[in-house]
């Protein structure tokens, strides 16, 4: 009885204009002023500006270039978070302004200082594990290895020394084939030699009658040292490419391919018209190095932003023209090996779609950092860091990657027919690569219920190369399959397949495996009487031919690509 119902129409005219102005001043009430996100200044050389300059907030993808009068803006950057600004433009070191600066920030000066032009021959490499020395003059396990183990990762170091590369002056079959003897020393009878009325001396094959040891370079060339250590023993032979034994060199030389001479790498001498490296100029005769004068350092590697320190970014360090010296090599007008240029001939090199040598052999391993935390290194993005690792052809996993074998049995009337199909579907060059020592061997077994091997009646079978003897030893001549292999033969003493490729030698064959190729082979047995067949294919890579590895004692297990086994019903 007390109640009255709500009009909205009864309030009064200014109530209403009230309301109104309320609604627009909460409606367009005025933003709070944006916040600064940005910084600028310039990049100066001698108060020169430098232009083109990379001008980057460390350990991040956020960078921008210098205009022609050397000033640069690095916008949208997170208000009140200070960064750290680095610069870098060729033929220079790169540069820190090692201040934080606050968006908002300008007038910012970076100074870039050139680098050595020349390279100092008279520069005693660095070792790369642990060394008395001060700043970056220490071994690089200082900065570089985590062998404390008080971080959850490996360092570059670590990973370079389980590394074939790190290995390359001790390497018991290298050294082996240089000298001439086995792994117990034994030496082989020096090489005998006849004369020819029109030719004059030509080396003779081995004596069966003495005890053979194998090949050896200085068995054939007793009074020269070659150039074998301008790829095994580097740091020892940029001086000297044709002078150096590589037996016995010693201390960093020792090393092998060492840190600090990848990183005084400063460019690749190739042949542009065909993108290889000249005949005869293996290893240290294609490099180009920056080795620094007294006084200062030098290292050249695949980030634009190290620093502070005597660094530079250098392109050359991430792609496959870098692995070029080392990995194509011309003896006596034959090309022995090619890995690069087997790399180059392939989709692979495709700028755009392909795949460079370090993206397979120095993969990433999720790790943050490349120094040690304590050293000063910095967290950075892991897709950014490769792993120093470097797998290679005694890595298990990378080699049962490196293929696909596909295999089909089928009935035909008393037969079986067994189809094998092999495609290179993952690797940049032919499978395999490098030493024509290294060669695949494909096996195909058909057996009865009684485990019984059933009689092959048409497919190829493996050559002498596949060893003689019993088969439980390894020794798989005359067995249902085939070998993938680049076979050379001596042109004087025509032993064949050879590895002393130091002698003038010829291609014989060569069914290896090219990017992306595929083999295909088939192999016809007899059909069991009763029951069933179980057949079993398997790919074997072996890292030298049989014959060899027992005259050098080399304990060198195979490595099984791939198998299948299947069973055939009647």
């Known amino acids: 009885m007390f109640g009255h119902t709500f009009d909205a129409t009864r309030r009064s005219p200014l109530v209403w204009l009230l309301l109104c102005l309320c609604l627009v001043a909460c409606q367009y009430q005025p933003s709070p002023p944006s916040l600064p996100d940005t910084v600028s200044g310039i990049v100066l050389n001698d108060g020169d500006p430098v232009v083109g300059a990379v001008v980057r ?11 022609e009068a050397g000033r640069f803006t690095l916008t949208d950057l997170t208000p009140h978070e200070p960064v750290v600004l680095t610069a870098w433009a060729k033929g220079y070191y790169i540069t820190s302004g090692k201040d934080e600066y606050l968006p908002g920030t300008s007038g910012i000066q970076l100074h870039l200082h050139a680098h050595p032009d020349k390279d100092n021959d008279e520069y005693a490499w660095l070792p790369s594990q642990y060394h008395a020395g001060q700043g970056e003059n220490q ?5 570089h290895s985590n062998s404390a183990a008080d971080v959850p990762f490996t360092l570059p170091v670590d990973e370079w020394l389980l ?24 030496q082989s009878p020096s090489t005998r030699y006849g004369t020819n009325r029109d030719y004059g001396r030509f080396p003779l094959r081995p004596d069966p009658a003495q005890p053979y040891y194998g090949p050896g370079y200085k068995l054939d060339f007793p009074d020269t040292n070659g150039n074998c250590a301008a790829c095994h023993t ?37 042949d542009s018209a065909t993108g290889l490296p000249y005949p005869n100029m293996p290893g240290v005769l294609s490099f180009e190095f920056r080795r620094p004068p007294e006084g200062h350092q030098f290292f050249a590697g695949p980030f634009d932003d190290v620093a502070p320190g005597e660094d530079t970014y250098s392109p050359l360090q991430q792609q496959s023209q870098f692995c070029a010296p080392c990995h194509f090599g011309v003896f006596w007008d034959t090309v022995v090996y090619n890995s690069f240029g087997e790399w180059l001939d392939s989709p692979y090199s495709d700028p755009e ?45 990378l080699l049962q990657n490196a293929v696909i074998m596909t295999t089909t049995a089928w009935l035909v009337k008393d037969t079986i ?19 024509p020592l290294r060669h695949l061997i494909l096996l195909v077994q058909a057996a009865d219920e009684q485990g019984q091997n059933l009689r092959l009646l048409h497919g190829s079978t493996v050559p002498d190369w596949g060893g003689k003897g019993d088969p439980a030893e390894g020794n798989y001549a005359g067995l249902p399959g085939k070998i993938f292999a680049k ?10 397949p050879t590895g002393a490729y130091w002698n003038p030698t010829q291609l014989i064959s060569d069914n290896r495996l090219a990017a992306f190729a595929t083999d295909i082979s088939t192999y016809t047995f007899a059909r069991p009487e009763a029951g069933s067949a179980v057949v079993e294919v398997r790919l074997i890579f072996r890292r030298a031919f049989k014959e060899l590895m027992e005259q050098k004692g080399w304990d060198v297990p195979d490595i099984v690509m791939e198998a299948e086994t299947m069973v055939i019903e009647p």
Not at 139 to 143: N, R, V
Not at 247 to 262: L, P
Request: net charge negative; proline share 6%.
């Open 57 to 67: 907030v460390q350990t991040t993808a956020k960078a921008t270039l210098t205009d």
């Open 139 to 143: 071994g690089c396990a200082e900065c």
């Open 163 to 186: 590394d074939a590369h790190a290995q390359t002056a001790a390497n018991p079959r290298f050294l082996t084939m240089y000298q001439g003897t086995d792994v117990f020393s034994h």
């Open 234 to 270: 580097p740091a020892a032979s940029v001086k000297a490419p044709y002078g150096v034994n590589p037996t016995t060199v010693t201390g960093v030389a020792a090393e092998g391919i060492s840190c600090d001479f990848c990183h005084k790498v400063w460019d690749v001498r190739l």
């Open 353 to 397: 779609s392909g795949q460079t040598c370090q993206d397979c052999h120095m993969p990433r391993l999720g790790v943050t950092h490349f120094a040690h935390p304590n050293q000063g290194g910095l967290t950075r993005n892991p897709d950014t860091i490769f792993g120093h690792r470097m797998p290679g052809a005694m890595d298990e996993e």
């Open 417 to 435: 027919v067994v189809q094998v199909n092999i495609t290179n579907h993952n690797t940049g060059h032919h499978v395999p690569t490098d030493s």
């Open 487 to 496: 076979i050379l033969e001596e042109l004087w003493t025509e032993v064949s």
